[in-house]
């Protein structure tokens, strides 16, 4: 069992800190807001009490776990990992910055990922002097369900950094995927430009939301429709993602809808906000 870092206490960052927490590890959430720590934290603990309810883990079991997940504003309580995965919010100038910092304050063997949804991880590895030991651990929402980790080679990430990752997501109970450092990676490649589509029906005029997500449900058994999967993900996030994509490979099938831009310029961004392609009362 090792230590590792997670920075960032949003809904993947404490999704990620309780699945190693359950592997047994022990966790440094690190997270600049106390607020959204507080909240990461309450998230986590409402998980495990909603475990201890179905029979999945014992009270003991749940309190090990919490015990294992030690919360910190201080980002200098990394240099005790093996492993740091950042997972905060979607901006390559903050991520750029958090990379920097960490490799500065790390020991040189400490392996440096990042859940980065787009964000090119040979670009990230330049921010550091080990770019053989920084690559992409990308999970899916919510984390503690979706079994996928995308793991992502940059172009530096050495074969034993890769190796050893893979071990880590499948003693984690996830299943790894090796995948390349291109624009969206696989995942988000495939899935954005889905929903975008979706959003140009509705904004055509072609269904409502309603009958566009029920189409995607029904007709090809997807949990969620991709409009109510959009807001579920958040609009800003999709925007960004399909911007990195249309940036990186200059063509133009991947530009994002009008309508999805609108609405993430009014303030419309799915749940998070309350309002996306569907409301969401508090
Ligand atoms: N946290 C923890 N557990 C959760 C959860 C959450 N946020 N949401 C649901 N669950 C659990 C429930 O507790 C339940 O567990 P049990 O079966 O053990 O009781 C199980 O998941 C099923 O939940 P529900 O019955 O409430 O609802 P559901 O069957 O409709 O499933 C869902 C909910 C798992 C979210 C499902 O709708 C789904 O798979 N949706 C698609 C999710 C998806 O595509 N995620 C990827 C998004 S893309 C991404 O993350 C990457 C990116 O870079 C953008």
């Not at 670009?123 to 793991?151: C, Q, S, W, Y």
């Not at 409502?208 to 449900?217: F, L, P």
Request: aromatic share 6%; glycine share 10%.
């Amino acid at each position: 069992m090792a230590e590792v870092t997670v920075l960032g206490a949003g809904t993947m960052g404490s999704g990620i800190a309780q699945v190693f927490a359950q592997a047994g590890d022990t966790v440094h959430l690190i997270e600049v807001s106390l607020a959204q720590l507080t909240r990461g934290i309450a998230v986590i603990e409402t998980n495990l009490a909603r475990s201890v309810e179905k029979g999945r883990l014992t009270a003991n079991e749940s309190e090990v776990i919490m015990g294992r997940i030690v919360g910190s504003s201080d980002l200098e309580q990394a240099k005790y990992s093996e492993l740091v995965v950042e997972a905060i919010h979607e901006s390559l100038i903050a991520k750029t910055e958090a990379f920097r910092a960490l490799d500065s304050m790390c020991p040189p063997e400490t392996i440096l990922a990042s859940n980065t949804s787009s964000i090119s991880i040979t670009t990230l590895g330049t921010a550091t002097g080990r770019a053989d030991r920084v690559i992409g651990m990308h999970f899916f929402n919510p984390v503690l369900v979706m079994k996928l980790v995308e793991v992502v080679r940059g172009l530096a990430t050495s074969d034993e950094t890769h190796a050893h990752v893979m071990d880590w997501a499948r003693r984690l109970g996830k299943e790894p995927v090796a995948v390349g450092d291109s624009p969206g990676f696989v995942a988000n490649r495939v899935l954005l430009p889905m929903i975008n589509e979706a959003v140009f029906a509705l904004y055509e005029g072609v269904a409502d939301a309603g009958e566009i997500d029920t189409v995607m449900r029904l007709g090809m058994n997807h949990p969620m429709g991709p409009l109510e999967l959009a807001d579920f993900i958040g609009l800003d996030v999709c925007l960004s993602i399909m911007s990195v994509l249309y940036d990186g490979f200059g063509d133009p099938k991947y530009r994002p809808c009008p309508l999805l831009k609108q609405m993430v310029a009014a303030g419309r961004l799915g749940r998070k906000s309350g309002q996306g392609f569907y409301r969401y009362p508090a």
